[in-house]
């Protein structure tokens, strides 16, 4: 089974900057579309960004400009780029991919705060 291993989250000032990691057990991101989402307290998880299988990324406006979707595809890794985070970001992270059925790792938190 596909196992998804999320990492990189803290606590970042507004303006600061972060990079999270996604981990996919197997060999797949080359193949599958990637995926990041978050959910924040008392809301549904959304997906914010994501890359295709032949890399065109898309991000929802409120992200858009600010954080980059990425992946190695020889390292088995997504990775997602937080510039310049607002309170608003705050949220715990997650990465997958659409239609694929895998489970959902743990996530990693990210808090913005100053």
């Not at 990775?79 to 309170?87: F, G, R, T, V, Y």
């Not at 659409?98 to 996530?107: F, M």
Request: charge should be neutral.
């Amino acid at each position: 089974q596909v196992r998804l291993m999320e990492s990189g989250g803290g606590l970042v000032h507004p303006g600061g900057s972060l990079r999270l990691s996604c981990v996919v057990s197997e060999g797949v991101v080359g193949i599958w579309p990637m995926a990041w989402y978050r959910q924040a307290p008392g809301k549904q998880r959304e997906v914010i960004a994501s890359i295709s299988s032949i890399g065109d990324r898309t991000y929802i406006d409120a992200v858009d400009g600010r954080f980059t979707i990425a992946r190695m595809i020889d390292k088995n890794t997504a990775w997602l780029h937080l510039n310049s985070p607002k309170a608003e970001d705050t949220a715990v992270y997650y990465c997958n991919s659409d239609n694929a059925d895998w489970p959902w790792g743990q996530g990693t938190q990210v808090t913005v705060s100053s």
